[in-house]
């Protein structure tokens, strides 16, 4: 049975660490540009930064439409854009390209910005939860959603957990069944805990509760997958040599984008 080194394991979460930052950037960033869009068809001016959205309009102008249509179509996009990143991972799951995986990621935060902003956002009344509190509903009807909202990301790791190993295919030729937790560990669960560090410090000394929890909440996804993968058999890939090594221009470009991440949403972008 083929089994992994520390030093590849070690690997296997640096590449896996990157990917998950080059994914939040762009979904973040894609989000915060359609969230500040729709707040300009109501014709409400907006700058976007790293840590929150500002709108140029006084509190007492706000309208119900505007406030729904606002805070709803961050999420939706994410809940669409999921959908399709997905359908895309299906189709390239048996490839071998690292690649694969920053579909992965891009998938599982896009589950993040709908589910869990529907989540935390009752939770924190901020986020979609404006939208939850603009529609009257009253702290039992708040707690539904909030545990539907935790249910769905179980269930979809649930779901998800034999199609998400098939990313060990990019290092390994056979994932043993004894070792899928092992890899589930090193190419899912430490990229999120340092990844979601790393975010935090970026964005120091701005970020908020609400967001940490945010960003937080893909546990209640990542943790089913690992919990399957201590039921799944041995996995068989192809038998073409593979080779575990880093990849540095994945490296060099999660840097370049959280310098101009950093510098640019540091700044502010107008609408």
């Not at 990143?85 to 910005?113: D, S």
């Not at 708040?142 to 290092?171: D, S």
């Not at 560990?185 to 120091?204: A, D, E, M, S």
Request: with cysteine.
């Amino acid at each position: 049975m083929q089994k992994m080194t520390g030093k590849q394991q070690l690997i296997i979460g640096i590449n896996s660490t990157v990917l998950f930052l080059i994914a939040y950037l762009l979904v973040f960033s894609l989000t915060s540009i359609i969230h500040a869009i729709s707040a300009s068809a109501f014709d409400i001016p907006t700058q976007l930064f790293y840590s929150h959205i500002q709108y140029y309009i006084r509190s007492y102008d706000w309208t119900s439409d505007a406030v729904k249509g606002i805070f709803s179509t961050g999420p939706i996009l994410a809940l669409l854009s999921g959908i399709l990143l997905w359908i895309l991972y299906t189709r390239v799951a048996e490839e071998t390209g690292i690649l694969k995986l920053l579909v992965v990621w891009m998938t599982a935060q896009c589950v993040v910005f709908f589910f869990g902003d529907m989540m935390m956002g009752a939770l924190f009344s901020k986020g979609f939860g404006y939208v939850i509190m603009y529609l009257y509903f009253m702290d039992t009807g708040k707690m539904i959603i909030t545990l539907f909202a935790l249910m769905a990301m179980f269930t979809l790791g649930l779901l998800m957990a034999r199609q998400l190993l098939f990313t060990a295919n990019t290092y390994l030729n056979i994932l043993p069944g004894d070792q899928a937790r092992k890899f589930v560990l090193f190419q899912y669960l430490l990229p999120f805990v340092t990844g979601n560090i790393i975010i935090g410090l970026i964005k120091l000394p701005e970020i908020s509760l609400y967001e940490l929890f945010l960003n937080g909440s893909m546990i209640l996804f990542l943790v089913p997958i690992y919990i399957r993968a201590g039921m799944m058999q041995d996995l068989f890939f192809d038998e073409e040599t593979k080779t575990i090594t880093i990849y540095w221009k994945s490296i060099a470009i999660a840097l370049l984008f959280l310098i101009l991440f950093r510098v640019v949403f540091g700044i502010g972008i107008r609408f």
